[in-house]
């Protein structure tokens, strides 16, 4: 199957789209913004939503389908869904368009910096079942991704920081995207919009060659993610500032496996810490082995039961994966500090 990458539209406000036939998905917190409210009210078809994890439970998704197909019903047939607000919503909603009548075009609209950075592309969906986090979800490819300038300048200062920490994994990958990011004196959110169409084009150049996470060449876009997503569970760190502690964790360990220079791993802490004003978490409380290793072993980057797939900063401003042992991560977090 041909993967699309969708159409990438920076504009003030919202788009002008057919009103009969997009049926629209939101975070109902955005009905507090009076344009937004005018905007989505001229919809046939739409649905206020309550974002967070617990729209994505998978015990709640019967009622929220059958909400969808009564407001649906007896109306005209459904040219696409649109996803705005952040995260959250953009699954659940790509979710919804890949199962409604077999498959339905997906439209984003993201509204938070961690989305429009991230989770808006690339075509993961993904529901929750107890504990056991995007383990049920498909593939939906949006054929369009609408970033709105007067939304996203509204956001707090804390959030853009979130999306940052997304941008700054990017460029760790990627040299054009660091480039951009080390070239400017400040960076601003508006510096982050005027460049959005770079940074997002940049995750779809890795996604085009790995759509469906078949050859190992997408787990790059896991970068920091691997410790930073145990970090986010035990100490309830939000997203952005667990992959924060993601990418200084992968970064030390770089070093000490020889993969980076100390010249380069001063470059790159510098470009953490400096230019993009990330902050590692200070740990109080190490973890025990036994909690650390129970939320690691979730990775779906997982290989047998004793390995996985790290992704590893190199010297050339590009990165590499490879099979490291549970133990060997343990061994590194107590290194760090994360693991008493």
């Known amino acids: 199957m041909k993967i699309l990458v969708p159409k990438i539209v920076v504009a003030q406000n919202e788009p002008k789209l057919n009103y009969n036939d997009h049926f629209v998905i939101y975070d109902k917190k955005l009905l507090e913004d009076k344009i937004f409210k005018n905007w989505v009210s001229r919809f046939r078809f739409k649905y206020a939503v309550e974002a967070g994890e617990k729209l994505k439970n998978l015990d709640l998704f019967s009622d929220h389908i059958h909400n969808i197909l009564r407001i649906a019903e007896g109306g005209s047939r459904i040219n696409s869904f649109v996803a705005v607000g952040g995260g959250s919503v ?3 909603t790509g979710f919804i368009a890949s199962v409604y009548k ?4 997906l439209i984003q609209l993201p509204t938070t910096w961690l989305s429009l950075v991230d ?3 690339g075509g993961k969906t993904g529901l929750n079942c107890g504990a056991y986090k995007n383990q049920i979800g498909t593939f939906k490819f949006a054929s369009a991704v609408y970033v709105v300038k007067r939304i996203l300048q509204q956001a707090p200062e804390k959030l853009f920081y ?14 054009s995207v660091f480039k ?6 400040i960076i601003t959110p508006n510096y982050i919009l005027k460049n959005s169409d770079a940074i997002i084009r940049a995750k779809y150049k890795v996604v085009k060659r790995d759509p469906y996470e078949s050859k190992n060449i997408r787990q790059i876009l896991n970068l920091g993610h691997t410790v930073g997503h145990v970090l986010e569970t035990q100490y309830k760190l939000s997203h952005g500032q667990a992959v924060t502690d993601g990418l200084f964790f992968t970064l030390n360990w770089s070093l000490r496996k020889g993969y980076i220079s100390a010249n380069q791993h001063r470059k790159i802490d510098d470009f953490l810490n400096e230019k993009l004003q990330l902050k590692r ?12 290793l ?3 072993k979730q990775d779906k980057k997982k ?15 590009s990165v590499v994966v490879e099979k490291v042992t549970f133990k060997s991560v343990l061994i590194e977090a107590k290194k760090q500090g994360l693991v008493r």
């Open 90 to 92: 953009g699954d659940f």
């Open 102 to 105: 077999r498959g339905t075009g």
């Open 119 to 121: 989770s808006a592309h």
């Open 162 to 175: 979130e999306g940052l920490a997304e941008v700054a994994k990017t460029a760790l990958f990627d040299s």
């Open 180 to 185: 951009i990011l080390n070239s400017a004196k």
């Open 281 to 292: 978490s200070e740990i109080k409380r190490p973890l025990s082995e036994n909690n650390f």
């Open 294 to 296: 129970r939320v690691l």
């Open 303 to 317: 290989i047998t039961d004793k390995s996985l797939l790290f992704i590893f900063m190199t010297e050339r401003q």
